[in-house]
């Protein structure tokens, strides 16, 4: 079992460009949440999904969308990104939330 | 608010030192704790959460409701342990639980 596995790893994009990041759930998984990590920060919650449906949702501006496909899968959209976009994006998987498990993340600068 | 403290960016110590990593929280309810571990160059991944009451790698973690907190303790540190440790909960709220975590202690280990 691969676990969690996300692409790409790395990512640099400019100002206003648009980025996609891709999560692929560990076996058995239905859940996946999506975090973003700040340089000297802790993982800050964006939102979870189940189901194919957004089920809780952080702090975070409408810029930041997601899906989650029948293979449980998922994606994280950013739209019109700004510098401080820039962080380590981690993705967990979980059964119904419960026992996360942490993909390697996706780095992400914006120039 | 929702809240997780970490009053340490850094802890050195010896190797054979005991070690303790605070954590303080703030949750109007009764929430589940946990401590995620990063080693270099790995993914985060879960240490001990506390409904466990398992001590995982000689580490050991006591929920104190009065003081909010969930210290992490070793009696002797050994190099391998030099990690990045994150204290996280979850509000105990259904089966879709966010976590919550705090901005880690870099624990390093020295021979």
């Known amino acids: 079992d691969a676990g969690v596995t996300q692409s790409p790893t790395h990512l640099i994009k400019t100002r206003g460009q648009q980025v996609t990041l891709r999560c692929s759930p560990k076996?058995?998984?239905?859940?996946v949440s999506w975090y973003q990590q700040a340089l000297g920060q802790g993982p800050q919650f964006i939102f979870q999904?189940?189901?194919?449906?957004?089920?809780q949702r952080g702090n975070f501006p409408d810029r930041f969308s997601g899906h989650q496909f029948p293979n449980y899968s998922s994606e994280l959209n950013v739209n019109a990104l700004l510098l401080g976009d820039s962080a380590l994006y981690l993705c967990?998987?979980?059964?119904?939330?419960?026992?996360?498990?942490f993909g390697s993340g996706t780095r992400l600068t914006v120039v | 608010a929702q809240r997780v403290t970490q009053p340490e960016k850094l802890l050195s110590v010896f190797k054979g030192a005991p070690v303790e990593l605070k954590c303080n929280y703030s949750?109007?309810?009764?929430?589940?704790l946990f401590w995620y571990v990063q080693y270099s160059r790995q993914r985060l991944q879960l240490l001990l959460r506390?409904?466990s009451r398992e001590s995982i790698k000689g580490f050991t973690a006591d929920l104190n409701k009065g003081e909010t907190s969930f210290h992490l303790k070793k009696p002797f540190a050994q190099e391998e342990d030099s990690a990045m440790y994150y204290c996280?909960?979850?509000?105990?709220?259904?089966?879709?639980?966010?976590?919550?975590f705090g901005a880690g202690t870099r624990l390093a280990v020295h021979p």
């Open positions: 996280a909960l979850t509000p105990v709220s259904g089966g879709y639980n966010k976590l919550i």
């Open positions: 967990a998987s979980s059964l119904r939330g419960h026992g996360y498990t």
């Open positions: 506390h409904i």
């Open positions: 999904y189940y189901e194919e449906e957004e089920r």
């Open positions: 076996s058995g998984h239905d859940t």
């Open positions: 949750y109007s309810g009764s929430p589940e």
